[in-house]
């Protein structure tokens, strides 16, 4: 039996804490690229890996051999090289990796502190590797461990008490910025979830009824519309009902730019937000002097109050997160020995069979089942004695699970 290659969990990416709107535009996947991406991983041998894709963040959680396995399937699936991402990127391992996603998942590493709609991306992630085969049981754990420390945080701690994400911080930049708001023509662009979100804080804080909603799938901007009593417009009235516009926010998940200089026909002031990952109003918008643009990395630098607060809450996080984390430790260090009290368990088997069918041949009168009852007996004690040993050593279980494989000459699978 050939042994199995020895494999390392590890967790790559890029967020925006490095990589500016403009190479995390290039990292993006789309649904489409996220199926290539796990059907080429399972081509490639990856027994198990995640993919999650925000405006924020593209990260790969998977187990390798080399982290450069889960780079490759990131750059050949996206617009990104191997180059452009080693500039910007990080790669964590193990325990490290598993940190990184606790963090992610809990609100504290989004660019907004305490924006919890990542929980929603690991799920749906971890949701599409299930259905493609490519979600084990070590990676399944993790997940549910980080949704669980995130459901605690939100109800323990105010981590994400008041309002604030990248749609209520372009509101409120429009609200800071505009004068008599409640007066302006707004064209919404986009109905995906942060523009839902745009428009539910736009409806609630600007008391603007002045609000016109454009989708390419015009149903879906009228679902919207219904909730709110807002306008609705055709995608091809897009340019025109852009020249009665105060202010444009485009939310839309196109791959290139949908705005550009080329529409822009009006010759009143104009504020646009871009609120797309990648980028979807083309910089030349800028060379327009009626033009203000304004993209989602600017608005996330906008802190207040709520803000402050809520940093007083990361010990409460962060202890929670020890806590969910720890268990979860717990449970790994016992899945890390359990290959290897099996294989003692079949090996002291292996010996007992023999040995019974030589004792069958010198033994007139062998008593079958109590030979059987005792040297299972026997094998039981022996096996739980390892377990104990292995549980409770800790710190050098490694090595002694390394020492029982040599001792027994047993040939185990090798993860982590």
Not at 134 to 156: F, G, H, M, P
Not at 328 to 356: C, G, Y
Not at 373 to 399: C, P, V, W, Y
Request: glycine share 4%.
């Amino acid at each position: 039996m050939q042994q199995q290659k020895r494999t390392y969990f590890y967790a790559i990416g890029l967020s925006y804490k490095k990589a500016d709107a403009e190479v995390r535009g290039h990292f993006s996947l789309s649904e489409t690229a996220k199926l290539n991406l796990l059907s080429q991983a399972k081509n490639n041998g990856i027994e198990s890996v995640l993919v999650v894709s925000t405006c924020n963040r593209t990260e790969l959680y998977g187990f390798a051999e080399h982290p450069y396995q889960l780079i490759h399937l990131l750059c050949e699936n996206t617009k990104g090289t191997v180059e452009a991402f080693q500039e910007v990127a990080y790669i964590y391992k193990n325990k490290d990796a598993i940190s990184h996603m606790f963090r992610v998942g809990s609100g504290l590493d989004s660019q907004i502190l305490g924006d919890f709609e990542i929980i929603g991306q690991l799920k749906h992630g971890a949701k599409q590797a299930k259905k493609e085969g490519l979600l084990n049981s070590y990676l399944e754990r993790l997940v549910n461990s980080v949704i669980q420390a995130s459901k605690r945080i939100k109800t323990e701690t105010e981590l994400s008490s008041g309002a604030t994400s990248v749609s209520f911080a372009s509101v409120q930049y429009i609200m800071n910025t505009v004068l008599n708001i409640s007066e302006k023509n707004i064209l919404l662009f986009g109905t995906g979830k942060i523009g839902r979100n745009t428009c539910e804080n736009l409806v609630k804080h600007t008391k603007n009824s002045h609000i016109t909603l454009i989708n390419r799938t015009k149903d879906k901007a009228e679902a919207i519309a219904g909730k709110f009593n807002l306008i609705v417009k055709d995608y091809q009235d897009l340019e025109t009902e852009i020249i009665n516009t105060d202010i444009l926010i485009v939310a839309t998940g196109a791959e290139n730019p949908t705005i550009s200089k080329s529409i822009l026909q009006s010759k009143k002031a104009l504020l646009i937000l871009d609120l797309s990952i990648p980028k979807n109003v083309n910089e030349d918008v800028k060379t327009l002097d009626n033009v203000t643009l304004v993209h989602l990395d600017d608005l996330a630098k906008i802190t207040d109050n709520t803000l402050e607060k809520r940093k007083t809450y990361i010990p409460e996080a962060e202890a929670i997160i020890s806590d969910v984390m720890s268990e979860f430790n717990t449970w790994l260090a016992t899945l890390k020995f359990v290959p290897t009290v099996q294989a003692i368990k079949h090996k002291l088997t292996h010996i007992k069979n023999s040995e019974l069918n030589t004792q069958r041949k010198k033994i007139t009168d062998f008593n079958e089942e109590q030979a059987e009852l005792i040297s299972n007996n026997i094998i039981q004690k022996i096996t739980n004695h390892f377990a104990h040993h292995l549980r409770e050593d800790g710190n050098t279980s490694d090595e002694s699970i390394e020492l029982i494989k040599k001792i027994f000459q047993l040939e185990t699978t090798n993860n982590v």
